[in-house]
């Protein structure tokens, strides 16, 4: 991809130790929990949350899709600074970043165009994208178009009736 987001290094087991003490828990690892979660955002709190969820340096693995599609599904707003997220809708974002990268998983991820697996097969997320890619479609829930804009540079979608 033109857009490079991600690197390959070969690297012996101290340079990999050095290079992953660089990046925050991976959320499917038994490290990454609600209070992890919760001291995240209060570290990023002058950030959107949709920011503080990318920054890998914090969280490991939550790239620009999976970070709209859990947002969606925890009912929260991307705009919103990641100091003003309640404990109730910390627990909720915890609960929907798992569920949507373990769903992700279990279809190959996400295909648009010529992403392939190691079989070679495209993943099949993209079918249950609920927000991301669907700007002025209607939402699943609501029927209200979804609503997209860049913020830090990524397209960045949501429902604006759903997620508060």
């Known amino acids: 991809d033109i857009r490079r987001f991600g690197w390959l ?29 919760s001291d995240l955002l209060r570290k990023k709190k002058g950030s959107t949350v949709k920011q503080a969820l990318m920054d890998q340096k914090y969280l490991a693995g939550v790239g620009n ?10 009912k929260i707003d991307p705009r919103r600074a990641a100091g003003s997220i309640k404990p109730d809708e910390t627990r909720r974002l915890f609960g929907s970043i798992i569920r949507i990268l373990k769903s992700s998983i279990k279809f190959r ?5 010529d992403y392939r697996d ?31 804009i860049r913020l830090a540079g990524r397209g960045t979608h949501w429902c604006d009736y759903c997620q508060k």
């Open 65 to 74: 899709i999976y970070a709209d599609e859990a947002l969606f599904a925890a």
């Open 109 to 113: 991820g996400t295909s648009f165009s």
């Open 9 to 37: 290094k070969i690297l012996s087991r101290r340079e990999f130790e050095r290079e992953s003490s660089a990046l925050g828990p991976e959320p499917l690892s038994g490290k990454f929990t609600a209070a992890v979660l």
């Open 118 to 148: 190691g079989h070679g097969r495209p993943g099949g997320f993209v079918k249950l994208l609920r927000v991301y890619g669907r700007a002025g479609a209607p939402c699943n829930v609501c029927g209200r178009p979804i609503k997209k």
